[in-house]
């Protein structure tokens, strides 16, 4: 994945670095056999993906691939000579 800019934009750290402080919370919480603050700690992962979608909604996303760039990627792919591996 590290070719690839998978995630690597402020919205995918931001709801995921939400979405652990939830975790954490629940599991806390869990751990301290309290309902209310497990359920807390529930909002605040949901919270993290709702934060997390709009911001990619106002543009911190990754943009979307064009048809243009998609077809040019293919006929990249389809160019490059395949290699063979050769087993002794």
Known sequence: ??????????????????????????GAFTVLASPFG????IVVILLGGVVGMAMKAAGLGMAKESDEMRRAREEAGRAQPHSQVQVR
């Open 38 to 41: 497990f359920w807390a700690g």
């Open 1 to 26: 994945m590290a070719g690839s800019s998978h995630g690597h934009t402020p919205a995918a750290w931001t709801g995921v670095t939400i979405a652990f402080i939830g975790f954490c919370i629940s």
